[in-house]
């Protein structure tokens, strides 16, 4: 065995490798290759395998956000003295991020769509829709976004991230700076990591990765070796190369009954909530089922027959296989309708199968101006598009502050009036009626982390409720 040397320009060295059956010299003679088998197609890899089950689930996300920046007058001395002027302008950022379900649901990260005033997915066929924030989490960097599509998208599947090996193979799929679709390819690195992102605020129990993560991949998934998404790609080491870092996917299945709460989003009452059971079996088996976690007393469900540990099997007669099944179907639930649940209650040979028909009620609505006043201090007035032209608001949903109250939870946060307020803890809000409802479930002092818009600034502060 030899090495063929050869020597390029100024004394730069390269060398070629190792190969067999060299002759020195003029007459060099390669090793002859061998042929492929006859009908194997070596160019089918796993890892095309694995995108090309995954591609068309993988989006990119765009979203419009206003920005401060120096801009030119057209005034050349002017420009040329004091630098332009101060503006406020909308500038446009890219991410990347993954269908959960055919009818139009989205996950990625929460700093891919944080501040924006207009996000926008498109799909890997070039079809571009607009798409509504339904809620976030800024402790685990994500999002849950909707878009409407003509007709069902293609979904991922989600696998677990609980038994994640180091070493073994995962790829990301993504928008990096801009090229949508790119794949990369590495390794688990470690697990259970925590980056730092400032001095108050940290991400835990991430996956670390050396498969190639860039700015635009963010919200992204990584897929193990069967196309089984196993967590959302998040974050890069700026100083170092091959250090990048992603969301477990069960940590993001474990929030997912946070963000798709019913009553909080369409103020519908069902009186109960659920949560996944994960069976996890090698090499890459995950079964799932969703229980009820609780029930209320004396409220729908409750009356209904309900009880705590009864698995979902049907809702409305569509399959329950996962908990996004679940919630999809609980979400979609309308006050003054009924959800009828297949449901196995009991185990081994005790378990039954049984109906339940729970009657969706309509969450009892707080007198909505009380309510703001009592636990924010101030008044408030729901945004629609007559008010959003009127005001020159940068978003079409939210509520406008009118009057704050000194001494009150607003005031002592900062609130102005004329400020509007977009989301209260996860949730986007959407009316007035919106905020009193999510206010109504606080019982105790706490802190909830707001959204606030301030002329063209957008951004996120906490108001210590009472």
């Known amino acids: 065995m030899g090495y063929g040397v050869r020597v390029f320009g100024a004394g730069m060295l390269l060398i070629v490798g190792a190969v067999a059956g060299v002759v020195w010299g003029e007459n060099f003679v390669p090793a002859p290759v061998a042929a492929a088998p006859a009908g194997e197609n070596l160019r089918m890899t796993n890892d095309v395998r694995v995108y090309q089950m995954v591609k068309d689930g993988v989006v990119n996300i765009s979203s419009t956000r206003i920005v401060t920046a120096r801009v030119g007058t057209g005034d050349q001395v002017f420009d040329r003295f004091f630098g332009g002027q101060i503006r406020q302008v909308p500038a446009e950022s890219l991410g990347s991020g993954f269908v959960i379900h055919p009818s139009g649901y989205i996950v990625t990260n929460e700093h891919v769509i944080d501040e924006a005033t207009e996000v926008n997915v498109q799909f890997s066929n070039g079809d571009k829709l607009p798409a509504l924030v339904i809620a976030t989490d800024n402790e685990h960097d994500l999002a849950v976004l909707k878009v409407t599509p003509k007709k069902p998208l293609t979904a991922v599947q989600l696998g677990a991230s609980e038994d994640l090996m180091i070493g073994e193979p995962v790829c990301a799929i993504g928008n990096p700076f801009g090229y949508a679709g790119t794949m990369t390819r590495g390794i688990v690195s470690a697990v259970n990591r925590t980056l730092e992102v400032d001095k108050s605020h940290s991400y835990k129990n991430l996956i670390q990765t050396d498969a190639s993560i860039n700015p635009g991949n963010s919200g992204g998934p990584l897929i193990n070796a069967y196309g089984q998404v196993v967590g959302v790609n998040t974050a890069i080491r700026a100083d170092a190369q091959g250090i990048g870092f992603a969301i477990g996917i069960s940590s993001m299945r ?29 090499p890459a088996g995950v079964a799932s089922r969703v229980v009820v976690k609780t029930v209320e007393a004396d409220g729908p469900a409750a009356k209904a027959g309900l009880a705590v ?53 309509k969450a009892a609505a707080p007198v909505a101006d009380k309510t703001l006043m009592e636990k924010l201090g101030v008044e408030a007035e729901t945004i629609t598009p007559e008010l959003a032209t009127k005001l020159n608001l940068p978003i079409g949903r939210g509520v406008v502050i009118t009057v704050v109250n000194s001494g009150g939870a607003a005031s002592k946060a900062g609130i102005e009036a004329g400020d509007v307020l977009f989301q209260l803890g996860p949730y986007y809000v959407s ?36």
Not at 254 to 281: Q, S, Y
Not at 328 to 353: F, H, M, Y
């Open 431 to 466: 009316s007035v009626e919106d905020v009193a409802t999510l206010l109504k479930t606080v019982n105790q002092a706490m802190d909830v982390r707001v959204g606030i818009i301030r002329g063209q600034a957008r951004g996120h502060g906490v108001v210590h409720l009472q």
């Open 254 to 282: 474990d929030l997912l009954p946070a963000f798709l709460n019913p009553e909080a989003l369409n103020r519908a009452k069902i009186g109960f909530a659920v949560e996944e059971k994960r069976t996890i079996t090698a």
């Open 309 to 361: 540990g009864d698995e979902l099997v049907e809702i409305n007669k569509t399959p329950v296989n996962t908990i996004v099944d679940a919630l999809v179907s609980l979400s979609a639930a309308r006050p003054g309708t009924k959800l009828v649940l297949a449901v196995e209650r009991g185990t081994g040979s005790g378990a039954k199968r049984m109906t339940v028909e729970v009657p969706v009620e």
